[in-house]
């Protein structure tokens, strides 16, 4: 049997999920009782976005190689002109023509 379809690895996909949507209902449940948010939590979840995409963005810079740092360079020059789309589009153009060129 593959690992990937083992009772552990479907307990450990049903836990997360349930732990997962257990965490999104929870917040939405606490915020909705607040009449009003206080100013440092406000703060705190202005902070959210930011935060995960450091998360995100972080371990693929110093983990790739070059394609991926010129990419990423490309796809940050590209989000100050452009919104999202074409920012994506930019950098996975740049990696891929990075990658075909240097074999």
Known sequence: ?????????LIVILASAVATYLT??????II????????????????VPAAVLTTL???AFYAGGLDVKV??????????????????IIGWCVVMAMRHFSG
Do not use: C, Q, W
């Open 71 to 88: 990419a990423m360079a490309a796809g940050l020059i590209a989000g100050l002109r452009f919104s999202a789309i074409p920012m994506l």
């Open 57 to 59: 963005v972080a371990p």
């Open 1 to 9: 049997m593959s690992e990937f379809a083992s009772p552990y690895m």
């Open 32 to 47: 909705g009782r607040m009449k009003t948010i206080p100013p440092r939590l406000d703060a705190a979840l202005n902070a």
């Open 24 to 29: 999104r209902i929870g917040g939405h449940l």
